[in-house]
């Protein structure tokens, strides 16, 4: 949704900066309350050429765009992660993004670039920094594609579940005096299988056993990508 928290404006004034030094095309998903105005500031900023407004997708479609892009921005000021940051990443995507709630625990600086958040002025400042460094750097944007890649697999429902369920067993094994682990074979998709509760002081306890049903709500398919030019090469204009 195009909506104040967003922030889509902070981009545009940070593109507006990049002058003639970055040859982009930013297209822009979504739509909402906002979408007017954010185009008459794109239109004031003389940005309106080098935008593509594409409005609401379906799921599928919206992930399709990601393969005509060369990075990803993430300008929103509130949200609780951005399911559609992982979507990127997955698709071998740079980030762009503030640094702050769950964007910021998701991006590291092997797969993106982070912004402080500080001032509207510094914000802008740093968005168009760190778009000309991806730009200008080729080797670093396909770098940090590859790792966004690798990234997102950490974030796979069945890793996820792992990671949550031997959290919970460490915990358990605190306040209990048992050590646990979950099994080796664990599938969160599948189900829960538990393995073994060892006493430190005595033999193996009974195995025990459950289910659980993981399902992830659909990505929003609102979000900004920013295409930027590839390296030339022999015989391409």
């Known amino acids: 949704v195009l909506e104040p928290r967003k922030a889509l404006p902070i981009l545009l004034?940070?593109?507006?900066?990049?002058?003639?030094?970055?040859?982009?095309?930013?297209?822009?998903?979504?739509?909402?309350?906002?979408?007017?105005?954010?185009?008459?500031?794109?239109?004031?900023?003389?940005?309106?050429?080098?935008?593509?407004?594409?409005?609401?997708?379906?799921?599928?479609?919206?992930?399709?765009?990601?393969q005509e892009a060369d990075a990803f921005a993430f300008t929103s000021l509130r949200d609780s992660s951005g399911t559609v940051v992982v979507e990127a990443m997955a698709a071998g995507l740079p980030i762009v993004a503030f640094d702050h709630q769950g964007v910021g625990d998701i991006v590291d600086d092997t797969c993106g670039i982070k912004?402080?958040?500080?001032?509207?002025?510094?914000?802008?400042?740093?968005?168009?920094?760190?778009?000309?460094?991806?730009?200008?750097e080729p080797e670093l944007r396909a770098r940090m594609g590859r790792n966004s890649r690798?990234?997102?697999?950490?974030?796979?429902?069945?890793?996820?579940?792992?990671?949550?369920c031997k959290l919970l067993f460490r915990a358990i094994g605190r306040h209990s005096g048992y050590s646990a682990e979950p099994s080796s074979d664990f599938n969160a998709t599948n189900g829960i299988r538990l393995a073994g509760i060892t006493n430190r002081k005595a033999s193996p306890l009974r195995q025990?056993?459950?289910?659980?049903?993981?399902?992830?709500?659909?990505?929003?398919?609102e979000s900004s990508k920013l295409v930027l030019p590839q390296p030339q090469t022999s015989g391409r204009p």
């Open 13 to 66: 004034h940070a593109l507006a900066e990049l002058h003639d030094d970055v040859d982009f095309r930013l297209t822009i998903l979504g739509s909402g309350s906002c979408e007017q105005r954010w185009r008459r500031l794109a239109a004031r900023l003389g940005l309106s050429d080098r935008i593509s407004w594409i409005g609401q997708l379906p799921h599928d479609a919206a992930l399709r765009q990601f």
């Open 115 to 136: 912004i402080a958040v500080a001032t509207p002025s510094k914000g802008v400042q740093d968005w168009a920094a760190a778009i000309r460094r991806l730009a200008h």
């Open 150 to 164: 690798q990234r997102a697999e950490e974030y796979l429902w069945s890793n996820k579940g792992h990671r949550a």
């Open 208 to 221: 025990g056993g459950g289910n659980a049903v993981l399902s992830a709500d659909s990505s929003e398919a």
